[in-house]
């Protein structure tokens, strides 16, 4: 099946502590991205790659970090210094090179900072 | 500013009734709107989309209208089930940005009623 997986489903953090969320596909996907998802609010974008070994900042980079070593993994670490960790984390894909396609999203991680 | 919000945020129905859930946005040059559908703890689902040249879209039990003039989106669910229960929000693509960004509004929980 084609589809893209995130893992664990439930994360719990202690503070100061680095944690990394995995977010794999198998679509052949050239992009993909990070958003947080919080009560009440829609989805905010943190970082997206357009390719291998390109990565930017979305509207709340501050306090995460990702690599794009290869097309079908993009990681999130949540850094100690993310001051409100605690939210859903999605990561979605889709093909590149057409801006009218949709973005399929993963089933999501929930994190919880203890 | 960016902004895409809906005007109900819990609309409850009847099974077999049509349902519409309304979505307006701010940027009149943004071409591109999806719809998804998000059940309880889990990923996001592409619905249907629609780009900006086009007023009306139709799916399997899914209609989506685009009003230019005013700057609003509805999605319309014929023969409501109880398996549509769940999380509805819209998406608009930012012009102008080198990469597919969207904007996602809150969301509007459907409730159908067996």
């Known amino acids: 099946d084609g589809g893209i997986t995130q893992s664990p489903k439930y994360l719990f953090r202690k503070e100061g502590q680095n944690v990394t969320l995995s977010c794999e596909q198998n679509?052949?996907?050239?992009?993909m991205y990070w958003y947080r998802q919080d009560p009440g609010q829609g989805l905010r974008l943190i970082y997206y790659s357009q390719i291998v070994n390109d990565f930017q900042k979305g509207d709340i980079a501050e306090g995460y970090s990702v690599s794009r070593e290869k097309k079908e993994s993009f990681p999130l670490t949540v850094t100690s210094a993310q001051k409100n960790p605690t939210a859903f984390y999605l990561c979605?894909?889709?093909?590149?090179?057409?801006?009218?396609?949709?973005?399929?999203f993963g089933p999501g991680t929930r994190l919880t900072v203890l | 500013g960016e902004s895409v919000g809906l005007h109900l945020p819990t609309l409850s129905v009847q099974e077999g009734d049509n349902s519409i859930i309304n979505c307006a946005y701010s940027n009149s040059a943004s071409d591109y709107f999806i719809w998804y559908k998000q059940e309880s703890g889990k990923g996001p689902q592409f619905i249907i989309d629609?780009?900006?040249?086009?007023d009306k879209r139709q799916g399997q039990r899914v209609t989506v209208l685009l009003n230019k003039t005013v700057k609003h989106l509805s999605l319309q669910i014929a023969a409501t089930q109880p398996g549509d229960s769940a999380v509805y929000f819209c998406a608009e693509k930012v012009p102008n940005t080198g990469f597919q960004k969207l904007v996602f509004g809150t969301g509007t929980r459907l409730l159908v009623s067996p």
């Open positions: 979605a894909s889709r093909m590149a090179g057409n801006s009218y396609n949709e973005q399929f």
């Open positions: 629609i780009r900006s040249n086009m």
């Open positions: 679509l052949n996907h050239d992009a």
